[in-house]
């Protein structure tokens, strides 16, 4: 299994950004897969997850803001970020599961201008 994210950039505040994973080895459709971010000098968070069956989730400052989604065709993953603040700027990463084991895209850094 391989995750290879892109997709970040250079945004100002109130900007928008689509993050996108695209999965090789399994399918999107079968795996829980999740987006997770670092900051420097902070540890690694949960930003967004979708379950194998398609049940998303997000912790609460993230609600409304961002959205993850799945395209089973294109074996995707997504996240839309909307109403970008300085506070997001991070390095994202698409994760999974695969047989028990973790694996994790490359990263792609998304920096939020004030």
């Known amino acids: 299994v391989q995750l290879q994210a892109s997709g970040g950039g250079l945004v100002q505040a109130g900007g928008s950004l689509r993050l996108s994973c695209v999965l090789s080895?399994?399918?999107?459709?079968?795996?829980?897969m999740n987006w997770w971010r670092q900051a420097p000098g902070k540890q690694r968070e949960l930003v967004a997850l979708?379950?194998?069956?398609?049940?998303?989730n997000y912790p609460d400052s993230m609600k409304g803001r961002f959205t993850i989604s799945r395209d089973n065709v294109k074996n995707t993953l997504a996240l839309q970020m909307h109403s970008l603040k300085p506070e997001d700027t991070a390095i994202y990463y698409c994760?999974?599961?695969?047989?028990?084991?973790?694996?994790w895209g490359q990263g792609t850094q998304v920096t939020v201008s004030s």
């Open positions: 979708i379950s194998s069956g398609g049940v998303t």
């Open positions: 994760q999974t599961y695969y047989q028990g084991t973790a694996f």
């Open positions: 080895g399994s399918s999107v459709s079968t795996l829980g």
